[in-house]
């Protein structure tokens, strides 16, 4: 077996308690390392960062991360310090940070990997937010329409066009979740070379062979913000469900600015049976869970999900962007809804409440399917294509 020094670069802090992307690497660093192979993990922030036991956890010395050069000169030195022979950088689009690599990977010829960490469609399947969030609030106003959303899209795919070229020019290989995402960068620049890509998925720490004795929840988990994750389809779908089902509970696992606006609506119109936990460890609740609800209107990989049914819990999601169908099997493994179609959804828990034997076949079905993102059998994934370029 080849012993691999493996280097990945963070922007964000590295608290796996932080996000999607910290947690991947989290338990990318924590497999590589168990496996036997030397992990390092640089973060360009330089604060909020958490060492770990079993691998190297280094970060930038200065504020304003990439930004700063003394923080790039940092970089450097570790580089220098550890030799790696395989350095992937989780988020690739900053471009001060890919242009050092590029000639670093020159100077010592290691192994460069990009990865794909959101859908590449977040913009195109969200853009009134992305208007609202990126433009000023009187220009914004003239986008709110036909001609003007059309417009920031044709912006949109130009700048994401030039990165995208970039990250294929840069580095060795693309690392994708999965099939779908090939039509996504098809759509920003046409054809390319595709033997840059590889499609990897997320992964899940631990599968039960058994599904948990449930309770009679439907759960929601994950921030609790309008932006991205429609919080505020909640409760109008909860109370869609309560008076049909009246010994169910509906539990709010997580935080976000829309905490104490939902907290407000539960009290000012008596909304029966919701508790709000705050930010917990997610499995305690995915144990006891019945049902999974995702009202986003885009994802990345969505990590919970796949939690989820990772303990038997059956998704019930808003089909709204195209991994989804490739993650899961609607009918089989999960249900799959309309986008933002809450009589839809509403619907389809309370049927297959009263269907046991349909619920048990799709509750069994989610338990095999996460399977496929085993952190073991991901992190082969991962090892077979050092092993394919290092042998080659």
Request: proline share 4%.
């Amino acid at each position: 077996m080849i012993k691999y020094n493996i280097l990945f670069i963070l922007v964000p802090s590295f608290n796996p308690n932080d996000g999607g992307v910290q947690m991947t690497t989290f338990k990318l660093a924590s497999q590589f390392s168990k496996l036997g192979h030397n992990v390092t993990v640089f973060s360009f922030s330089n604060i909020g960062n958490l060492n770990h036991e079993s691998f190297k956890v280094i970060w930038a010395s200065k504020e304003k991360g990439s930004n700063n050069p003394q923080n790039i000169r940092d970089l450097d030195k570790y580089i220098d310090d550890i030799r790696p022979n395989v350095v992937v950088n989780q988020m690739p689009y900053e471009w001060v940070v890919s242009e050092f690599l590029l000639r670093k990977k020159y100077e010592l010829d290691f192994f460069l990997l990009a990865c794909l960490r959101n859908t590449l469609f977040s913009v195109r399947l969200n853009i009134d937010e992305y208007i609202l969030n990126t433009i000023p609030k009187g220009i914004g106003l003239l986008f709110q329409n036909f001609f003007g959303r059309t417009l920031f899209q044709i912006i949109h795919k130009f700048r994401h066009a030039k990165d995208l070229r970039m990250i294929l020019n840069v580095y060795d290989r693309f690392i994708m979740f999965g099939p779908q995402n090939l039509d996504e960068i098809r759509y920003f620049i046409g054809d390319f070379k595709n033997e840059k890509l590889e499609y990897i998925p997320n992964s899940i720490p631990s599968i039960l062979q058994e599904i948990p004795s449930k309770e009679k929840v439907v759960l929601y988990l994950g921030r609790v913000t309008r932006t991205q994750k429609k919080v505020e389809l909640l409760l109008p779908l909860w109370k869609k469900l309560m008076d049909r089902i009246p010994d169910w509970e509906f539990w709010i696992v997580g935080e976000g600015d829309e905490r104490s606006e939902i907290e407000f609506i539960i009290q000012d119109e008596n909304i029966a049976r919701v508790r709000i936990w705050g930010k917990q460890d997610p499995y305690m609740f995915y144990e006891k869970a019945s049902f999974f609800i995702m009202t986003s209107s885009f994802e990345g990989f969505p990590n919970t999900l796949i939690e989820a049914q990772s303990r038997g819990v059956v998704p019930v999601v808003m089909n709204t962007y195209p991994l989804l169908e490739w993650l899961i099997k609607d009918n089989h493994n999960a249900i799959l809804i309309e986008p933002y179609d809450l009589d839809q959804m509403a619907n389809e828990i309370f049927n297959l409440i009263l269907d046991q034997e349909r619920f048990a076949r799709i509750q069994k079905n989610a338990l095999l399917n996460a399977r496929r993102f085993d952190i073991d059998t991901v992190g082969q994934m991962w090892i077979k294509l050092f092993d394919k370029h290092f042998k080659n």
